[in-house]
């Protein structure tokens, strides 16, 4: 009878349809190369962005990075690109795919210095430009591949819902955008942004 419960109880747990709640991806590696990448190019040393693009798009991915706290300030949404112009992409809404060609509407990882601030005809109306600091995003900027907000994303979590595609652009919510851009405003020296998947 023992037996019987005990298998029974397995059971219930293997098979419970139950979501369990995966614990969050440990960035400390992440963290101490944006750190040391900053100090070595004088870039700010306060914080940086971190975008994981593996997270689902319906969830929080678009991380602020606080180097003196060493904690995680603030997170939401960002879209990824669709990278549908020269091939298929059947999962466009729910995997980022990668490439620096010209009109692929895909993103691009790597590390990016945070530019000029800029009028945007989305969102509150500001981007600011991000140039590509490696080989895999070096073209950023004439793919006008920029930091900008979007009516269409939302503010909080959507999950299972996908946020919206972009050509590449990391958009954000309008009014996540105006917390970044409040920090950005004042920042003396350039800021880190640093895509990855």
């Given amino acids: 009878m023992k037996h019987f419960f005990l298998f029974l109880f397995l059971g219930f747990i293997c098979c419970n349809n139950t979501k369990v709640e995966l614990p969050a991806k440990n960035y400390t590696a992440n963290n101490e190369e944006a750190l040391r990448y900053c100090k070595d190019n004088?870039?700010?040393?306060?914080?940086?962005?971190?975008?994981d693009l593996s997270i689902h798009p319906g969830k929080n991915r678009f991380f602020i990075y606080?180097?003196?706290?060493?904690?995680i300030s603030d997170k939401n949404l960002v879209t990824h690109g669709s990278c549908d112009k020269f091939e298929e992409n059947p999962d466009?809404?729910?995997?980022?795919?990668?490439?620096s060609k010209?009109?692929?509407?895909?993103?691009m990882k790597g590390k990016y210095k945070i530019g000029?601030?800029?009028?945007?005809?989305?969102?509150?109306?500001?981007?600011?430009?991000?140039?590509?600091?490696?080989?895999?995003?070096?073209?950023a900027v004439d793919r006008v591949v920029v930091l900008h907000s979007w009516n269409a994303v939302s503010?909080?979590?959507?999950?299972?819902?996908v946020s919206p595609l972009s050509w590449g652009c990391p958009a954000v919510s309008n009014e996540f955008m105006r917390k970044l851009d409040a920090k950005l405003k004042v920042t003396?020296?350039?800021?880190?942004?640093?895509i990855i998947e």
């Fill in 155 to 161: 503010n909080e979590e959507i999950y299972p819902k």
């Fill in 116 to 139: 000029k601030r800029d009028y945007s005809s989305w969102g509150i109306n500001v981007k600011y430009w991000l140039h590509g600091l490696e080989k895999s995003n070096a073209n």
């Fill in 66 to 71: 606080d180097f003196k706290q060493k904690k």
């Fill in 92 to 99: 466009q809404w729910e995997k980022a795919k990668f490439s």
């Fill in 188 to 194: 003396k020296k350039p800021v880190l942004l640093w």
């Fill in 102 to 107: 010209t009109d692929s509407h895909c993103s």
């Fill in 42 to 51: 004088d870039f700010n040393e306060d914080y940086y962005f971190l975008l």
